[in-house]
DNA sequence: ATGACTGCCTCTGGCAGA
């Protein structure tokens, strides 16, 4: 069994004793991380290293920030940024293999405000990253694409789809980029295990949502057929985002037989 | 309801997030 978890920590340095705590509760095999928002330099290395994960990572100053830690291993990077724009500097994209299985860790844009260059820039970015994805659909092997998507992809995916309908996040061209990864065949995991929605994995700090369970699902995990065929479970760790000084995402995993 | 929180870097207020 392999658990390969996605964790959006809203800061590695105000969320390290948290994400800490996490990683040795739950012990994932392969942990990716996002906005992690801070310079390489600052990635607290030592910390993960003292707990047995190997980590590679791809900071920028003040923002976004992704990060691949792996369990007793090193995870092998094999590329680290989204293709398909050189004038793009944003870190939002790592790629690694780990014990045979291809994992990317993504940080989707948030989109808002829409329109304008912020929404044209997710779009152009889903554009590329299916591009991409059509690449690693080829390798035929196992292929794990994870993250914050930053879309909302059904209705059945959010508390009160009225009190988002103007939001990036579930705009028709957001979830049509989004669908068109479905269709191309990836499976989208909590939606597989989960058909009738009503799993959420975001919850706003603003506005008592997370008491009142006002949330969404935004972060997902995209399965090649054949990573899929070895999915044996997924979930949402929903108890640390009620935590003391807790991000405001919850992590989400898969779990893959074998290795 | 121009609302609400939180983190970052710091022009300690403005930006970004979702």
């Not at 944003?90 to 299985?101: I, K, T």
């Not at 991409?132 to 292929?143: F, S």
Request: a negative charge; charged letters at 25%.
């Amino acid at each position: 069994m392999m658990r390969i978890a996605s964790y959006n920590i809203n800061g590695i340095k105000a969320r390290l004793p948290r994400l800490l705590e996490w990683l040795a509760e739950t012990r994932p095999a392969v942990a990716c991380l996002q906005e992690i928002k801070t310079q390489d330099a600052g990635f607290p290395e030592a910390e993960f290293t003292a707990l047995g994960y190997q980590a590679i990572w791809h900071g920028q100053k003040g923002f976004n920030g992704v990060a691949i830690l792996a369990d007793g291993t090193a995870p092998v990077e094999i590329r680290r940024g989204l293709p398909g724009d050189d004038a793009d500097e944003q870190s939002r994209y790592l790629e690694a293999e780990v014990a045979g299985v291809r994992i990317a860790c993504i940080y989707l844009p948030n989109g808002n405000p829409l329109p304008g260059p912020k929404f044209d820039y997710k779009l152009a970015w889903m554009e590329r990253l299916r591009a991409h994805m059509q690449g690693l659909w080829a390798l035929e092997m196992p292929v794990v694409v994870t993250g914050d998507y930053n879309v909302i992809p059904f209705d059945t995916d959010i508390w009160s789809p009225r009190a988002l309908a103007e939001d990036a996040l579930m705009q028709p061209a957001s979830r049509d980029a989004y669908g068109a990864l479905l269709a191309d065949g990836w499976t989208d995991a909590l939606a597989t295990h989960n058909p009738a929605g009503g799993v959420w994995t975001y919850w706003d700090y603003q506005a008592g949502a997370w008491q009142q369970d006002h949330g969404f699902r935004i972060d997902h995990a995209l399965l090649s057929p054949e990573a899929a065929d070895r999915l044996t479970a997924c979930g949402v760790d929903k108890d640390h985002r009620g935590r003391e000084k807790a991000s405001d995402h919850a992590p989400m995993w898969v779990e893959l037989r074998g290795q």
